[in-house]
């Protein structure tokens, strides 16, 4: 079963920066996308960031510019790094991985943008 648990979460002023972290039990060039989602209270689970195993990444328009997703294949990681944060940015986020149709899901970090 693969195991995905993310990091990094925590309380952040606007236009601060956070990095979030989601490490992954085994190997990560077998998925064929991998990506970072949040809801928001209230809200529904939206896409933030995906890249896919050939490297292409696509943002939400809402964090284009802002956020960079990116992987690291030997530390079995895929991380979000997050600029001039916004309190609209406040969610928790979920680490995503899809291989062959099936969606491995983290539990989740909260990220909370306040002044």
Do not use: H
């Amino acid at each position: 079963q693969v195991q995905l648990v993310e990091s990094g979460g925590g309380f952040v002023q606007p236009g601060g920066s956070l990095r979030l972290s989601c490490a992954v039990s085994e190997s990560i060039l077998s998925f064929d996308v991998m990506g970072w989602y949040r809801q928001a209270p209230g809200k529904e689970r939206e896409l933030v960031a995906t890249i896919r195993s050939i490297g292409t990444t696509n943002y939400a328009d809402s964090v284009k510019g802002r956020f960079t997703i990116s992987r690291d294949t030997a530390k079995k990681t895929v991380d979000l790094q997050m600029n001039t944060l916004k309190p609209e940015d406040t969610a928790v986020y979920y680490c995503n991985l899809v291989r062959l149709y099936m969606d491995y899901w983290g539990k989740g970090t909260l990220v909370t943008v306040s002044s």
